[in-house]
């Protein structure tokens, strides 16, 4: 079991700053984050689009690297590992 932190409108919808991930060893972030819309639903819509694309603006990290400078869904997670999403967010 892992702790995934979530931000902004993701907090809302997984119901707190932090939601529990299960996965086996060296799972990738793509069957994370299946998991993770099995149990709320409406996060799919969220992070999505096109079939399984992140949406351009949500930013899935770890250990601090946003994985599209990684191997995007197919990035492979290790216990060890800290694990965030973003949804996107504007300032002004």
Not at 20 to 34: C, D, F, K, M, S
Request: overall charge negative; proline content about 4%.
């Amino acid at each position: 079991m892992k702790t995934m932190k979530v931000f902004a409108n993701f907090r809302d919808i997984c119901g707190g700053k932090t939601v529990n991930v299960a996965y086996e060893e060296n799972e990738t972030i793509g069957v994370i984050l299946e998991d993770l819309i099995a149990r709320f639903p409406e996060m799919e819509e969220e992070l999505f689009e096109n079939g399984r694309t992140i949406r351009q603006h949500v930013h899935v990290f770890v250990n601090g690297k946003n994985v599209i400078h990684l191997d995007g869904l197919d990035t492979v997670v290790y216990p060890q590992d800290e694990l965030a999403l973003f949804p996107p967010v504007a300032g002004g």
